[in-house]
């Protein structure tokens, strides 16, 4: 299995970003999908999540409204759409894969899976 990450950068606040993650090696449509991010020397925290179908996403306070999870279950890619971003969004970001008890435990990472390699965003004040 594996989840490939792309699309981080170092941006200015307020600019925007479009994460991607490709998945192969799993029948992607099984797997509800999530991004978490961990900054230096903090713990990772859940950013937002997808089920398996593309109906229902859920979103940290913090990011919510200016962050957009979506899926393409044929193209086996989940995306994040991060506008307004803002310094404390400053993260390595991770996708990870699901096929548990997704719905009352999307937002802890021990319930995933499987995980990317994660992707660098910077963003400047």
């Known amino acids: 299995v594996q989840l490939q990450a792309s699309g981080g950068g170092l941006v200015q606040a307020g600019d925007s970003l479009r994460l991607s993650c490709a998945a192969s090696?799993?029948?992607?449509?099984?797997?509800?999908m999530g991004w978490f991010r961990q900054a230096p020397g903090k713990e990772r925290g859940f950013v937002a999540a997808?089920?398996?179908?593309?109906?229902?996403?859920y979103y940290a306070d913090s990011v919510k409204g200016r962050f957009t999870i979506s899926r393409d279950n044929a193209k086996k890619t989940v995306h994040l759409q991060m506008n307004s971003l803002k310094p404390e969004d400053t993260a390595t970001y991770y996708c990870?894969?699901?096929?548990?008890?997704?719905?009352?435990?999307?937002?802890?990472?021990?319930?995933?899976?499987?995980w990317g390699e994660g992707t660098q965003v910077t963003v400047s004040s």
């Open positions: 990870a894969a699901e096929r548990g008890p997704f719905y009352y435990h999307y937002s802890d990472p021990g319930t995933y899976d499987y």
């Open positions: 090696g799993l029948s992607f449509v099984n797997y509800h």
């Open positions: 997808v089920n398996w179908g593309g109906g229902n996403t």
